[in-house]
């Protein structure tokens, strides 16, 4: 069955820490994406992987960086948080083609105080 | 460049009754498109997808679609709504390429009640 997961459920960090969100699959998909989803703007991406060490910027990009050191694996990393980044934020992948759907995991709710 | 636009923000039901939650897209080619569920605290769940053929297309937990190229638009449907089905949908737009990026609409929290 495809799974992806998410380090975390819940997150609580304080404003200025750097934080990072985990997320695996394990359907040897290629592809891989980091959203943020807030009431009344639907999702929204902040950037995805088309495959290992390869990435790009998705809509909103600013204040986040990622890694994808392996295939299985991409993180998503506030390298300062700020209070405008508590979101939810969901993690998904998909094999590479265009016929293919995205898989998502359960989210993370972050909150930055 | 694509859009979604879902113009229903809040939908209530009651239970037993159809469901009908609007779509419309703005897309230059032949567009990918999904529609996904989102039940409380929980991501986010594929319902069905349309690429091409058939344009009424079926999906999980009773659910149907239907791709009208000439409306721009890609409204599910149910016949009968359960309590079960109170959640928030999300249309969704592929952007083509082998990537096939998703762009969504901003979502219809439907209420379902008894």
């Known amino acids: 069955d495809v799974k992806v997961t998410q380090s975390s459920r819940y997150l609580v960090k304080r404003t200025g820490e750097k934080v990072f969100l985990e997320c695996v699959q394990d359907m040897d998909h290629e ?59 969901l993690c998904a992948s998909r094999k590479q083609g265009r016929s293919y759907e995205q898989y998502f995991g359960p989210g993370t709710r972050l909150t930055v105080t | 460049a694509q859009s ?3 113009p229903d923000i809040h939908i209530t039901v009651s239970e037993g009754a159809s469901l009908e939650l609007r779509c419309n897209y703005s897309y230059g080619a032949t567009p990918y498109l999904f529609w996904y569920v989102q039940s409380p605290g929980q991501g986010l769940q594929l319902l069905l997808k349309y690429f091409s053929g058939d344009t009424l297309v079926q999906g999980i937990k009773g659910f149907e679609a239907e791709f009208k190229r000439s409306q721009s ?13 109170a959640a928030e949908y999300f249309c969704a737009v592929g952007s083509g390429g082998a990537t096939n990026k998703l762009i969504f609409g901003t979502g219809t929290l439907l209420a379902v009640q008894p």
């Open chain 2, 4 to 6: 979604v636009t879902q």
């Open chain 1, 31 to 89: 592809n891989m994406f980091w959203y943020r989803q807030d009431p009344g703007l639907g999702l929204r991406l902040i950037y995805f992987s088309y495959d290992v060490k390869m990435k790009e910027k998705g809509d909103i990009p600013e204040g986040y960086s990622v890694s994808r050191e392996k295939k299985e694996r991409f993180s998503l990393i506030l390298e300062s948080a700020s209070t405008n980044q508590t979101s939810m934020y």
């Open chain 2, 73 to 85: 638009s890609f409204n599910l449907r149910k016949p009968s709504v359960h309590w079960s089905d």
